[in-house]
């Protein structure tokens, strides 16, 4: 299966600041997914990731809060802009294999806004 | 939309026991359930992919069956051990391209 490296693997942010966080797969992928877990909650995706168009954003997600960049088959990166406490969660990447491996997700980025 | 329940939310068992962890989903057009390990404050880690058209999946001590007429997946954990201590996590992947539909998952403390 695909090896995500995501970074930074965790952060401490002021409000109002901006924090870019990013994911390298050893692997051309054509979709990449971001997601957000907030504390005690599972994981809802914030939006997916194409190569050469605009990342497509769920409900409640909009892209001036979380732009997206998508350069290349095996890199992108997420920001979270103008950050406020609510903010504070784990970010996961991750990438989908094979039929048979299924999906596979980076190592997170546990954020704090203080 | 895709709605994943995972019951029970938490679990607190003596080493060895056998457990079982259910997860249920609302469409059973589901293309394949994958069932992940979350250690606190990390990434998911894939423990099993299941499938529309299989019934289960093992690895090691791990076994992961599915119904799709009753929406249900159930994770089994046999002689579980101190190491298994996380939380659970099933995800189905809906007809819609590439998303994945997450419970909230079942937090698993097995002491020894």
């Known amino acids: 299966s695909a090896v995500i490296s995501q970074k930074p693997s965790r952060d401490i942010c002021q409000r109002g600041t901006s924090l870019t966080i990013q994911c390298q797969v050893d692997s051309q992928v054509t979709m990449m997914f971001w997601y957000r877990q907030q504390p005690g909650q599972s994981l809802t995706l914030i939006a997916t990731?194409?190569?050469?168009?605009?990342?497509?954003?769920e409900s409640g997600f909009v892209i001036d809060k979380f732009p997206i960049s998508r350069p290349n088959l095996t890199f992108s990166t997420l920001t979270v802009s103008n950050m406020s406490p609510e903010d504070s969660s784990i970010y996961l990447c991750?990438?989908?294999?094979?039929?048979?491996?299924?999906?596979?997700f980076g190592s997170g980025t546990r954020l704090t806004v203080v | 939309k895709q709605e994943v329940t995972q019951i029970p939310a938490a679990l607190s068992v003596p080493e060895g026991e056998n457990l079982v962890l259910n997860c249920s989903f609302t469409?059973?057009?589901?293309?394949?359930l994958q069932w992940f390990r979350q250690d606190p404050g990390k990434g998911l880690t894939s423990l099993l992919l299941i499938q529309s058209s299989q019934r289960e999946q093992t690895s090691g001590r791990l076994n992961a069956s599915l119904d799709k007429s009753s929406g249900r997946s159930t994770l089994y954990i046999a002689a579980s051990q101190p190491g298994d201590s996380a939380t659970y996590l099933c995800a189905g992947r809906g007809s819609t391209l590439g998303r994945l539909y997450f419970g909230r998952g079942t937090q698993l403390t097995v002491w020894p």
């Open positions: 990731a194409n190569q050469g168009s605009e990342a497509t954003y």
């Open positions: 991750s990438v989908e294999g094979p039929m048979v491996l299924g999906y596979t």
């Open positions: 469409d059973s057009a589901i293309y394949n």
